[in-house]
């Protein structure tokens, strides 16, 4: 450890987490796995231990008898057909066949046992994966443009920038013990492919004029992030060049590890100090560690396409596409994914890509090959041609497997998506986000609409419900979602977003978008036809 650990001088300042960080780094906890705990089994893992197994990746499952949840680093959201590979391998001998796309680009697995993660820990490696730090107080999964290298609209490409930045950090002992997680997004999309606004560190493309060159590189964003207190990234006035984007990062985790707050858990990311500090402090705070930096140039973020890419597209490199696959609230099979590797070797570049939308895409397919591949059986049901609102559905994991969550989330989520297709016919495309509770990792807060699981008291007793916000967006007029006040039983969210959206459909103009819609008619007016859909559902 190349540092002083600061923030424990006073004990008494610290919550009890990180307490047990300084007994026992996260990081050692692989090791812990590996000679100790898979030989003993669950009922031998100290209970200090179980909150140190996300350093390796790993949480609990509810109910919390003996099965793990994994989460596997995609960095940027790219994979090779080999590696896609094996973890449909994990995932059948171990998962039970499931495979989740999370909303950071990840690939999550569950029914896993602590006899199993050594194993797993192997053949992650021998592909060039880590479930390491994908979870726990420390850099997390770097997410970027799934396009990066293959798309028309980006200034640069990232590839290589997400792969350094991802070796500097992973297993670094200087930065394992952060006072929370930090989500970093780095791409050159025009189109905010990697959520900018929501991470702790975002890098966008950005031009400046230098010495009477025009130097193409990023504009730097601090402080973002969701859960229970959302706050949007705000710019720094900086300019990056590439050769910049290792070192910024590595100076912002500085300032967040020794400045960061650590007295209590539910007010430790960099948010909070980003918002203390306000941005010209941070930025005077982060030269004193970098070195001067250019200030700002010239955005190139000219909208958000929300990172859904279904259908199929060219791609920069001519006579070649892309082609993008829904798969429906993140969930596939490890039959699937096997499927998906063959395809990408068979029809395209032999790599897969994951998207922050739970998609995932086909690469580096010859014009002439698309038609073959679109025959492919796996294809009907990751179609690249979805129904409307499956297409835009997200959700987290919901209470089957997260001990956070409140309710159920996946099945529900397709469920109202089917429904909401079958009933309304619609030529724009509304975002619906599923999360089960206030964490927030199907982004809630970003969407057209989002409904976030809560519980509401019946005659036959507890009940899942969902309250609603509506009208988030990110790039250029980013803005987080309003709650419109009532509690939705679950069973009536359908019929109850069928009404609001059928409200949109028979009163926006030509090309108005949802998120334009209801700024224009204001939240008041959905509220009114919010409290009108509760009453016809009661009714009957």
């Not at 910049?244 to 990062?249: L, N, Q, T």
């Not at 038609?371 to 796996?378: D, K, T």
């Not at 409140?406 to 030529?427: C, F, G, N, Q, S």
Request: with cysteine; hydrophobic share 40%.
């Amino acid at each position: 450890m190349a540092y002083e650990a600061i923030w424990a001088d006073d004990p008494s300042k610290l919550n009890k987490m990180e307490l047990l960080k300084l007994e026992k780094d996260g990081l050692d906890i692989i090791r812990s796995i590996i000679e100790t705990h898979a030989a003993g089994g669950y009922a031998s893992i100290p209970e200090d231990d179980l909150s140190r197994f996300k350093w390796a990746g790993v949480y609990e499952q509810k109910p919390k008898d003996g099965h793990f949840m994994m989460r596997v680093r995609i960095n940027g959201g790219r994979m090779t057909s080999s590696q896609a590979k094996a973890l449909a391998s994990i995932a059948r001998d171990y998962g039970r066949e499931l495979v989740d796309v999370t909303t950071r680009q990840a690939i999550q697995f569950h029914w896993l046992r602590v006899e199993n993660l050594p194993d797993i820990f192997k053949r992650l490696e021998s592909v060039g994966l880590y479930s390491f730090e994908a979870c726990g107080d420390c850099p997390r999964t770097i997410v970027g443009n799934p396009l990066a290298g293959i798309d028309k609209d980006e200034l640069l490409d990232t590839t290589a920038l997400v792969e350094e930045v991802n070796d500097f950090f992973l297993l670094n002992r200087d930065f394992s013990n952060l006072p929370r997680k930090y989500k970093m997004s780095i791409s050159g999309s025009f189109y905010n492919t990697a959520h900018a606004e929501i991470n702790d560190l975002a890098f966008t493309p950005a031009v400046k004029d230098i010495d009477g060159r025009e130097v193409p590189g990023f504009h730097v964003w601090v402080g973002g992030g969701l859960s229970a207190k959302p706050y949007l990234a705000q710019q720094l006035d900086v300019f990056a060049r590439p050769e910049d984007v290792r070192p910024i990062a590595a100076a912002v985790a500085t300032l967040f590890r020794d400045h960061g707050y650590r007295e209590k858990r539910h007010h430790a990311r960099l948010k909070f100090l980003v918002a203390d500090w306000g941005p010209d402090k941070f930025r005077e705070e982060l030269l004193k560690l970098t070195g001067e930096l250019p200030t700002r140039g010239t955005d190139k973020i000219i909208g958000w396409n929300g990172a859904y890419f279904d259908g199929v597209h060219p791609q920069k490199q001519s006579g070649l596409s892309y082609v993008g696959l829904n798969v429906p609230v993140g969930r596939l099979s490890a039959s699937e994914l096997t499927e998906l590797a063959r395809l990408s070797e068979e029809y395209g570049d032999s790599e897969l890509r994951t998207t922050m939308s739970q998609n995932i895409l086909l690469t580096g397919v010859p014009h002439e090959k698309v038609e073959a591949l679109l025959a492919e059986s796996v294809l009907e049901r990751l179609t690249p041609f979805p129904k409307r609102f499956t297409s835009r559905t997200v959700s987290c994991t919901g209470n089957e497997f997260c001990n956070l969550a409140i309710v159920e989330t996946k099945e529900r989520a397709r469920r109202v998506a089917e429904y909401l297709d079958r009933e309304i016919e619609l030529d724009e495309e509304v975002r619906i986000h599923f999360v089960g509770c206030p964490n927030n990792c199907g982004q809630k807060y970003i969407a057209d609409i989002g409904l976030q699981g809560a519980l509401v008291k019946t005659e036959a007793g507890m009940t899942d419900a969902f309250d609603i916000s509506i009208g988030g967006i990110l790039g250029p007029g980013a803005r987080l979602v309003t709650p419109l006040k009532g509690r939705i039983k679950g069973d009536d969210v359908g019929p109850v977003l069928k009404h609001l959206i059928e409200f949109y459909r028979q009163n926006r103009e030509a090309g108005e978008s949802f998120h334009r819609f209801v700024h224009r008619a204001g939240v008041l007016a959905f509220q009114e036809q919010l409290d009108e859909a509760a009453r016809l559902v009661s009714a009957g």
